[in-house]
Structure formats: C-alpha cells, structure tokens
C-alpha cells in the first residue's frame, strides 16, 4: 500500500507539473500535506502527559518525526522541487542518484521504497507511450510483477536472509513495488473495487486517516468490544478532522483568491 501511494504520488506529481509547471506548488503542498500533519501534530502534543517543545518542533518541521511516511514523503517533494526548478534536463540522473542514496542511506523501511517515486515518474513521463500498450501486453506485466513479488516474499522468509538486514531493504525492492504495479493493473477488472463511492470516499480522506490511526493504534488490545469502540471513535475523528481541513483548504484558498484580485 506504501508502494503504491508514493508511486502515485510521483506520478500525480509528473501529471501537475505536465498542467501548470511550479505555479502555487508549495502552497499545495503546504494546504494538503503540511497543515493536516501540523494541526493533529499540534493536538497531540499538547495532550500527551510528556510534552517536549525540542521534540514538537522536530516533528511539526519533519526533522524528525514519528511519521516516518510523511517525512519520506516531503524528502522526495523537495528533490522534486529543486530539480524540475533549476536542473529540469537532468531531472532523471537526480532522482536516480536519490533513489540510490535512499537505498544506500535512510533506514530500511524507508529504502525498501527507494524506487517507488521514481517509477511514478517515469510512468507519467511515458503515459503516452504505455497507453499504446495491448491489454494483453499490460497484463503480462502485471502478471511478471506478481511472480517476481511473490519469489521475493518467498526468499523473505529464509532464516538466512532475514538476519541479513542490510540485504533484505533490497530483496524488499522487488516485493513491495512490483506486487504494487500488479494491483493498480488489477483494480481496474473490479468494478465494486474502482467504481465504489466508498472506497473513493476513504481514499480523499486517506491522509487524515493516516495521521490520526498512526498515532493511536498502540491502543487497540484483544477485547473485541472495545475495539469495536475504537474504529468507531476513531473513524468519527479522522471525519470530523478531514471536513475540518476541507474548510480550512477551502477558506484559505478563497482569501489567497481575493487578495490577489
């Protein structure tokens, strides 16, 4: 799912950019990224027994937060920014490199996705190449990405390999992403899947849910009733913070509107 989100957004990213170039692109990034995270960062803090102003400021500027998603998330947002700003004819050689330096580098939750903002890329890039493709060719690829996935998760529960850390973020390259190309193929064969209103409902929504289901999970035990109770307060939380947001994206953009009449 991880996978499949960060190729999504580089290639949503790759779409934008295609439409309108950098106009107002941090802005968006701030309205639909920056001011969910901060405002239930903030909340949180404030309510927890030990708070650490040192610590919430680490998290709220993504220095170092408990988030490590959301982090990952804003690493690749600013090489984007920076590259197709000053760079953009080598655009490809530097997402490389990061790639490379996110496999080599960052932790191994975070390398095991080293190339799932790069291929979102070079998916746009080559959208209209790709859609020429038959639909017998697409979904032997797809069917390729599945076996290769599924070698991968097999070799993943050798002994021998799982204590081998550093090479397993890269046996976790060709598990994650390749079963993640295989679903988004999938989905498009089911229906109740890619035209249900409630998935597309939670998937607007996602973001939210993230933020608030990341911090309180630790929660959740083995009484049945009471966890019946956590989704329900939880879901009425991430609603009730996702409107919330919506309004204030909304409210925000309008003044920015009228201030630049």
Request: overall charge positive.
């Amino acid at each position: 799912g991880v996978a499949m989100f960060i190729f999504l957004s580089g290639f949503g990213l790759h779409e934008s950019y295609k439409f309108s170039g950098l106009s107002s692109w941090w802005k968006k990034k701030l309205l639909r990224v920056a001011l969910p995270y901060f405002i239930f960062e903030t909340v949180y803090s404030f309510i927890r027994p030990d708070f650490d102003i040192l610590r919430y400021i680490f998290d709220i500027t993504f220095i170092n937060t408990n988030y490590w998603f959301v982090g990952y998330l804003v690493k690749w947002y600013i090489v984007f920014y920076f590259t197709y700003s000053y760079i953009y004819k080598y655009r490809f050689y530097i997402f490389g490199a990061a790639s490379l330096a996110s496999l080599i580098f960052l932790p191994e939750i975070q390398a095991e996705q080293s190339l799932s903002f790069l291929l979102g890329l070079l998916m746009s890039e080559y959208k209209n190449r790709i859609y020429t493709f038959s639909k017998k060719r697409i979904n032997t690829i797809a069917l390729i990405c599945l076996m290769v996935g599924i070698i991968a998760l097999n070799l993943k529960q050798l002994q021998y390999l799982r204590a081998n850390m550093d090479f397993m973020k890269y046996l976790q390259l060709f598990l994650k992403m390749p079963i993640g190309l295989f679903f988004i193929v999938f989905i498009r064969y089911v229906p109740v899947i890619s035209q249900s209103r409630l998935l597309s409902l939670i998937g607007i929504m996602s973001f939210e849910m993230y933020l608030v289901h990341f911090k309180l999970l630790s929660f959740i035990h083995h009484n049945y009733l009471f966890n019946c109770s956590f989704i329900a307060v939880t879901t009425s939380l991430f609603w009730i913070m996702s409107l919330f947001i919506s309004f204030l994206y909304n409210r925000i953009n309008t003044i920015l509107a009228n201030r630049l009449r």
